[in-house]
């Protein structure tokens, strides 16, 4: 389901509701989660970007790293 269609079918199950409580609830959530500002992500320098590349490829050589398959089962 593309994220219109669940936007839309959120907004009708909204109108639909009777409770105050639950209503003021998603008022304060929907406030809350507008008023904070985005994380500013800044971009790591050419140095940072070697050294992370250089820890990487250690850790690779010393076995410490995961196959995609043992992450799958992780998360199934």
């Known amino acids: 389901m593309d994220?219109?269609?669940r936007k839309?079918?959120?907004v009708q199950k909204f109108l639909k509701l009777q409770n105050e409580e639950v209503i003021s609830q998603f008022e304060s959530l929907l406030k809350n989660k507008s008023s904070?500002?985005?994380?500013?992500?800044?971009?790591m320098s050419?140095?940072?970007l070697n050294s992370r590349i250089d820890k990487s490829e250690l850790d690779?050589?010393?076995g410490k790293?995961?196959?995609?398959s043992e992450l799958l089962k992780k998360y199934k």
């Not at 904070?36 to 971009?43: D, G």
């Not at 790293?65 to 995609?68: I, M, Q």
């Open 60 to 62: 690779f050589k010393n």
């Open 46 to 48: 050419i140095e940072e």
């Open 8 to 10: 839309i079918e959120f």
């Open 36 to 43: 904070r500002k985005s994380p500013t992500i800044t971009p």
């Open 3 to 5: 994220l219109q269609t």
């Open 65 to 68: 790293f995961k196959t995609s």
